[in-house]
């Protein structure tokens, strides 16, 4: 907590660190009320970097010295200073041991970051500066050592003690205590850290890696747990065969650990050989998990394991550099889970995440960089742009290079730079030495925040069948950013014909044809012509294939080029997006003017698209699903909260009177045949059923309403038993209540499966949500010390309910404000979190735009708040009367 305005830290003040550690052994004495943590540290000075005033700086917050040694001389207050955030050595020899001993406490933490308590079990979150919680330290990523940590405890209380590496001794004390040492061979930065103590049961597995090493796989869970381990295991297996076979990257440790937790900030944490997850992302039994729960899994499991080589062999030099191994890391999973289900589904899914929430980032007052430039608080930095652009842009340089020079360029990354600390400029040279490319336009994605805008216009000349696009590119300002220079950008694209055949797309400039399909034109200019000939008709253009940048298209596309590219497009996530532009136009066509009629033509498309029998389900419920709220307000001058609910329930309503008779058949031909299993095509037919039923809902369908209810009380999985309990909330009356009832009465010793009870009141368009989500706060159940409640009802409310959360009358923004302010000094970064559901303020109409910044301005002026609560505050002030 600050009392000072907190300052910024800027990339370019980096400098390497005065010293290093070489190693570290760590003994702790644990206990959640008081545990003692001795730190041996081998300390050197930096021959890289310049010679500062002799002193050693080592980062400390919340811990109780008790005593400091060097080179085994105990040292005296005259010898160091310490205040909140430091103990520094005042005079220091180039080389020296260094032995501190601090008291922390686990029970009163409950920022969660550091040493902290969850339930009964003792666990440790360190990135990105939580290892200074724990043990003074040079806490920054750049300072690689190798550990060996020792864990004393009650033998009875913490029968499991787990750290780093590999396990290299354990036995018993005679005070009733256990000892168990771990080594982690591997250098690694203080983030990569972790301990955890518990009475817990394992899942074991083994996995021989491609060399033919052993490694033991163990999943850590509470005993009542071990039934929902199974598919964490497996997506485990499938991600290590996986990166061995994609990137030749193998597993390095004889052991590999994933430990469940409950209480946990963020979804995972890949701390070297003993990743610690969110519960949510490691348990799922069929009764508990829905079909997104296990993809979520399957994808979290798997971006953890994948980070041993990117983030942890390979790590940082600075938080700066936090996309070299996030958004590389991001661009693996989303591959991995590509191959392991559909790929066309997932690129559709990933696109989807990537609007909604980094494009409105990207244009709003927290805008930056993939690379920052400055931050007052790191772990406000962990976003969309970071992550999802992040992948984007590692993307772009795998499809510039192809396949082959892509897979040398990462392999001369992983052999130039094992066991460093470095830039994603460093990645970026790899990338271009390993093709001859140049990409020095290309870094600027790095460097530059906001969504570049492509205006395509097109021209034909009939008399020499010459076919002209002019594109223009234009990145709007963001903050500290004026003015834009233009983007390297790689944009896929086809021509079809009145068949719907891909025609050749041959430059007027070239000597020979080129086969028809898919081709890629290399943007650099602000503004770029490409003249194709030889085209008997005009084309209807199919862009932005595939989605190949993460850029906002603008083409003056008729509806009936978007049904046609719609029904005959060959590249898939086209087929997707046309169908979406199309249903966007029509929703904001509705939002404008609530009488305008819906063509018979839209639901001829809609039904034939549904009645197709030949296509994949999963893709058709995507193609089918309406854009979301938030998303369509998104494309709005000023948000039109209730227009756009309006809009959105009216036209489902329609969709649902009119293919009445076709959604019933689709729901009905789609019922589950036999017991529940995870495959794209089991889940794509109950995601196309729930979609049909709740069209079938929001035309109030009597015999959908009986069909929900029986599906409630039916159904073995939990997809089908969550898709019919939100509609019977939605609908509300007896049925909804009693709905409810039965499930929390089923579930509510479930943790995982209560937080779904509290969501779906939390996100149900019902007016009198607000009241049941605040009356919802006071039950037993709710709880502000464990993030995923908070996230299920507040999360959820603020994020997932635009109709309720942005009532005119503010009510949603002061409750909002209400919880911020209450969870700042308990959990910051979940904190600050929350209050970025209002940093958009500007976008909506003038009244609710005075209702927000009055509720921001209020958290504003608490004295105490938190770095990471200050900073969301006054960025989303800034620049505002
Ligand atoms: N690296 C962690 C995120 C840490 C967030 C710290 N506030 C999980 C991940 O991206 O894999
Ligand atoms: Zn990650």
Not at 166 to 171: A, D, F, G, L
Not at 288 to 296: I, L, N, Q, R
Not at 406 to 417: K, S
Not at 546 to 551: H, K, S, T
């Amino acid at each position: 907590m600050y009392r000072n305005t907190p300052h910024p830290v800027f990339l370019r003040d980096y400098q390497p660190p005065e010293f290093l550690i070489d190693r570290v052994d760590l003994r702790f004495e644990l206990d959640p009320e008081r545990t003692s943590v001795e730190a041996r540290l081998q300390v050197r000075r930096n021959p890289a970097a310049t010679r500062g005033d002799g002193s050693l700086r080592l980062h400390g917050e919340q811990l109780d010295l008790e005593q400091v040694s060097m080179n085994d001389r105990l040292l005296t207050p005259a010898d160091y200073r310490v205040d909140a955030e430091s103990l520094t050595l005042l005079r220091v020899p180039d080389r020296f041991g260094l032995m501190t001993r601090v008291r922390i406490h686990p029970s009163l933490n409950t920022a969660l970051e550091g040493l902290y308590q969850s339930g009964d079990m003792l666990c440790t979150q360190c990135e990105a500066e939580g290892f200074r919680r724990i043990t003074y330290f040079l806490d920054r990523p750049d300072v690689m050592a190798c550990y060996g940590t020792t864990l004393v405890a009650d033998r009875r209380r913490f029968p499991v003690l787990l750290s780093n590496g590999n396990r290299v001794e354990s036995r018993d004390l005679p005070d009733g205590r256990h000892l168990v040492r771990w080594e982690d061979p591997f250098p690694k930065p203080s983030y990569l850290f972790a301990l955890i103590a518990g009475d817990l049961s394992a899942v074991e597995d083994g996995y021989t890696t491609a060399s033919g090493r052993a490694v033991e796989l163990k999943i850590y869970v509470e005993p009542h747990n071990l039934d929902k381990c199974d598919h964490a295991m497996r997506s485990l297996k499938k991600a290590m065969r996986w990166d061995e076979e994609r990137f030749g990257r193998e597993y390095d440790l004889d052991v590999f650990m994933i430990v469940a937790v409950s209480h946990f900030n963020m979804g995972a944490m890949e701390n070297k050989g003993l990743n610690v997850f969110n519960d949510k992302y490691v348990l799922a039994r069929p009764d508990t998990a829905t079909d997104a729960d296990f993809e979520g899994i399957e994808g979290v499991i798997a971006h953890e394991y994948f980070h041993n080589w990117t983030g942890n062999r390979i790590t940082c030099r600075d938080w700066f550099q936090l996309s070299l191994k996030e958004g590389f890391t991001v661009y693996r999973d989303q591959e991995f889970s590509a191959d392991m289900g559909s790929r066309g589904v997932k690129r559709i899914n990933d696109v989807r995440l990537l609007r909604a929430h980094q494009f409105p980032e990207d244009g709003g007052p927290m805008a930056h960089p993939v690379r920052p430039e400055s931050y007052i608080e790191i772990n406000n930095f962990y976003t969309a742009t970071v992550y999802q652009k992040g992948a984007e842009v590692v993307r772009m340089q795998a499809n510039l290079l192809g396949p082959e020079r892509f897979r040398q360029a990462t392999d001369l990354y992983f052999e130039r730079h094992d066991g460093q600390a470095v830039t994603t400029d460093d990645f970026v040279r790899c990338m271009e030495a390993a093709s001859g490319r140049d990409l020095g336009q290309f870094r600027r994605w790095y460097d530059q925040a906001g969504t570049p805008e492509l205006s395509i216009q097109a021209d034909d000349d009939a008399d020499d069948g010459t076919y002209t696009l002019t594109i223009r590119q234009h990145t709007p300002p963001t903050p500290g950013q004026p003015v834009k220079m233009p983007f390297h950008i790689p944009l896929a694209i086809g021509l079809l014909g009145p068949d719907g055949q891909d025609l050749p797309t041959r430059l007027a400039d070239e000597p020979s044809a080129t086969a028809p399909g898919t081709r890629v034109l290399e943007l650099r200019e602000a503004e770029q012509r490409f003249r194709f000939t030889g085209l008997p008709v005009r084309p209807v253009p199919s862009l932005l294939r595939g989605f190949p940048a993460p850029v906002k298209l603008r083409f003056a596309y008729s509806d009936d080029e978007l049904l046609f590219l719609m029904a005959h497009d060959s590249d898939g996530f086209n087929r997707w997006d046309a169908a979406q532009t199309l249903l966007q136009r029509l929703l904001l066509a509705l939002v404008a003017d609530p009488e305008v009629g819906i063509p018979d033509q839209f639901f001829a498309a809609f039904r034939r698209a549904l009645l197709d029998s030949s296509s994949d389900r999963a893709l058709l419920a995507e193609v089918l699903t309406l854009p979301s709220e938030s998303y369509l307000g998104d494309q709005m001058e000023v948000v039109d909260i209730d227009g756009i609910h309006h809009a959105h329930t009216m036209l489902g309503r329609h969709i649902g009177e009119r293919l009445g008779e076709d959604l019933l058949r689709v729901y009905r031909d789609n019922g589950e045949t036999g017991p529940y299993v995870f495959t794209p095509q089991a889940s794509g037919r109950r995601a196309l059923k729930n979609l049909a039923l709740g069209y079938l809902m929001w035309a109030g369908d009597a015999r959908a309403l009986g069909d929900c209810q029986s599906q409630f009380a039916a159904a073995h999985n939990m997809t089908d038993v969550m898709a019919a309990l939100r509609l019977l909330v939605d609908h509300g009356g007896a049925e909804g209540a009693q709905a409810l009832d039965e499930f929390y009465r089923r579930w509510s010793r479930e943790s995982l499966v209560l937080d779904k009870w509290f969501s779906v009141q939390a996100t149900s368009p019902r007016p009198d949500t607000l009241a049941r989500v605040i009356q919802l706060m006071g039950h037993s159940d709710f709880s502000l010390r464990n993030p995923n409640r908070v996230r299920s009802l507040v999360g959820a409310f603020c994020n997932a309910n635009p109709v309720r959360f942005h009532a005119a009358n503010g009510g949603g923004y002061r409750f909002l404000a209400d919880c911020v302010l209450e969870l700042d000094p308990l959990n910051p970064q979940i904190a600050s979190r929350l209050l970025k559901a209002m940093i958009h303020w500007r976008r909506f109409d003038h009244d609710r735009q005075t209702l927000m910044r009055a509720e921001i301005a209020r958290i504003l002026a608490i004295e105490e708040l938190s770095k990471d609560a200050f900073e969301v505050a006054s960025k989303a002030l800034e620049g505002a009367v």
